[in-house]
C-alpha cells in the first residue's frame, strides 16, 4: 500500500504522465496523468452514454462531452484518478476522488441545492473534508477483450479501496455524491454503510439520491477488505 500526503497532493498536481501503481492479473492499476486525462474523461462519457442509454433511454445532450472534459481538467489538481488498463493502454475502468475548494462546486451543490456545512452542521455531524466521489466507470466490452481475469466486481472493488484510501488519511473526511437506485443498492451490498441525504431526483435519466459515506464508515469497509491494499 502506497501512503496518501501533503506531499502527495503536490506530486498529484504536477503528475503529467500515468503513474503505474502495479500489475494485477495482467492490467495495469495507475494513477491518471493529465496527458490521458481528456481519454479518460471520453472513456467515461461512453461508457455513461451505452449504460444510461439501454437502461434509462437517456440521451446526452449537445455539449455534453466538452463540459466532462472541461470540468475535469478544472478539477484534476484536486483530484486522484486511479484506472485499470491495458498494456495498449486501452482504459477498462476508473473512478476519481476530488477534493472540495472554495473554487469548485458538485452537482450535489448545484443540482441537488445543498449547502454541505449546514447539512452536516443541522444533524450534529463532524466534518474536515469533502470528497466528492465520481466518474466511476468499467467497459464491460474491454474488459472481455482483455487477456484477464479480473471481474467488474473485482475491479470496482480496488477502485474503491484506493479512492477510500485517499479520503481516509484525516479524521472526519468523508465521501459525498449521487447515487442512482442501481448504485445505492450496490453499494449497500457490497457492505458499505451509504447514506442518503434526502429525496431523488430525475438525473441523467434515472432517479438519483445525494448520498454521503462517513469516514469511520469507509475505515470499516477498508478493514474488512483489507487484502486489496
Known amino acids: 500500500m502506497y501512503s496518501i500526503n501533503e506531499k502527495s497532493t503536490a506530486k498529484n498536481q504536477a503528475l503529467t504522465e500515468d503513474k ?18 481528456e481519454k479518460y474523461s471520453k472513456f467515461v462519457y461512453d461508457v455513461y452514454v451505452d449504460s444510461y442509454k439501454k437502461r434509462n433511454g437517456w440521451e446526452p445532450v449537445d455539449g455534453e462531452l466538452e463540459h466532462m472534459i472541461q ?10 484518478y486511479f484506472a485499470f488498463k ?25 443540482e441537488f ?24 466507470a468499467i467497459n464491460k466490452y474491454t ?14 472493488d480496488k477502485l474503491m479501496w484506493e479512492c477510500y484510501n485517499v479520503v481516509t488519511q484525516e479524521e472526519h473526511n468523508m465521501i459525498i455524491g449521487e447515487a442512482d437506485a442501481m448504485a445505492y443498492r450496490i453499494y449497500r451490498v457490497k457492505g458499505v454503510h451509504v447514506q442518503r441525504m434526502g429525496e431523488g431526483i430525475d438525473y441523467l435519466g434515472s432517479i438519483t439520491y445525494p448520498v454521503f459515506i462517513l469516514g469511520k464508515d469507509l475505515k470499516s469497509w477498508m478493514n474488512i477488505n483489507s487484502h486489496l491494499s
Open 71 to 80: 470540468e475535469d481538467k478544472e478539477q484534476f489538481e484536486h483530484s486522484y
Open 143 to 156: 474488459l472481455q477483450a482483455a487477456e484477464t481475469k479480473l471481474s467488474s466486481v473485482q475491479i470496482l
Open 20 to 37: 503505474v501503481l502495479s500489475i494485477i492479473d495482467g492490467l495495469i492499476f495507475c494513477q491518471v496523468g493529465r496527458k490521458s486525462l
Open 113 to 136: 441545492n445543498y449547502n454541505l456545512k449546514e447539512f452536516f452542521e443541522m444533524g450534529n455531524i463532524p466534518t474536515r473534508d469533502f470528497w466528492h466521489m465520481g466518474r466511476t
Open 86 to 110: 491495458t498494456h495498449e493502454g486501452e482504459f477498462v475502468g476508473g473512478a476519481k476522488v476530488t477534493k472540495k475548494v472554495p473554487s469548485l462546486d458538485f452537482a450535489i451543490e448545484t
